[in-house]
């Protein structure tokens, strides 16, 4: 974007070290639900809360904005993007349907 700071190296370094990142990332954090194969959650552990927590809201939001920015490099992007939304609408909370239950424990049962 114009008047941004940018690294003084090219956009193809640039662009590689993203992808390699982003692959890293996802082969230790995107994980399949023991549940239901065709949903999926980005591995957070506990935060708080329940000890035997798999993700937790804040996780799978970042994870479903990562996979929107990378689908122009990755073909799956957006059956994982459409696994994290399954999963999220699988835990909605009980304070608002809109938004997810703060927490998905190991069992993956809705806390609500």
Known sequence: YKNTIKPSISQEALNNDVIKFYEYWKNKYLKVSKVDS??????????????KAITNSEAMGYGMIIMSLMAGYDRDAKKYFDGLLKMYKAFPSSNNKFLMQWQINSSEKNNT
């Open 38 to 51: 065709t949903r999926y959650y980005i591995k957070a552990d506990s935060t708080g809360g329940d000890s």
